[in-house]
């Protein structure tokens, strides 16, 4: 099992409201990357941080915002939340650079009413 | 067209049978792959990571890459009912981000 863990494991929020997901990356790693994965599909990658800086993002709208602390902890923050933002919410940490492995946390499920 | 296509299954085999797992790919700048397994409601765990065509063994595990036909594999011998899972392949160019396929859930029968 990693040392990446999650909170909450769970969360019910209605449309329009705002969510917070929180994340501490493995012992030593440096670099955390956010992804979304709805049910039945893989993970999408939502950004990556390096480093407390934005170091990449994918195709997702600007209401899909995040933090990393200088211990490394990360966060995710959602405004405006929509049905589609229901999924399983994963956070990656590893040592950055090129050939780095990525090691996932177990997730928080979010659910938009 | 997506950039990973994994077959979703599902796939069910008796204990002992080899799971025979694939995934294709379209962008040839994809340099690193890996596989991982998920559990119901848990994060993906990493099983295999290659970075060149040919052969990877671990154990129970074979990972083949080959980059000619953009086309990856994983092997499961011997398997067991807590293979039981759904296992997804990952790749990476040079850079940070991993395209996963969709997935494919495997049912190892007692």
């Known amino acids: 099992e990693t040392g990446v863990t999650q909170s909450p494991t769970h969360l019910i929020k209605t449309r329009g409201q705002q969510v917070t997901l929180r994340c501490s990356s493995q012992?030593?790693?440096?670099?955390v990357s956010w992804y979304q994965q709805a049910l039945g599909q893989g993970p999408q990658f939502i950004f990556q941080?390096?480093?407390?800086?934005?170091?990449g993002r994918g195709n997702f709208p600007p209401r899909f915002s995040g933090l990393q602390f200088p211990n490394y902890s990360s966060e995710l923050n959602v405004n405006a939340l929509e049905l589609d933002d229901s999924a399983l919410y994963l956070c990656?940490?590893?040592?950055?650079?090129?050939?780095?492995?990525?090691?996932f946390g177990p997730g928080t499920r979010l659910t938009v009413l | 067209q997506k950039e990973v296509e994994q077959d979703p299954g599902p796939l069910s085999v008796p204990e002992g049978a080899i799971v025979s797992l694939n995934c294709t790919y379209s962008?040839?700048?994809?340099?690193?792959f890996m596989w991982y397994r998920q559990y119901s409601r848990k994060g993906p765990e990493l099983l295999m990571y290659?970075?060149?065509?040919g052969n990877k063994e671990d154990g129970r595990f074979t990972a083949q890459v080959d980059k000619s036909s953009k086309y990856i594999s994983l092997f499961i011998r011997d398997s067991q009912p807590s293979d039981s899972a759904t296992y997804l392949c990952?790749?990476?160019?040079?850079?940070?981000?991993?395209?996963f396929g969709a997935g494919t859930t495997v049912t190892v029968r007692a």
């Open positions: 962008n040839s700048a994809f340099q690193y």
């Open positions: 290659t970075y060149s065509s």
């Open positions: 990656a940490s590893s040592l950055g650079g090129y050939a780095d492995t990525q090691y």
């Open positions: 012992s030593g790693h440096n670099t």
């Open positions: 941080y390096y480093r407390e800086e934005e170091n």
């Open positions: 990952a790749m990476r160019r040079d850079d940070y981000k991993l395209s």
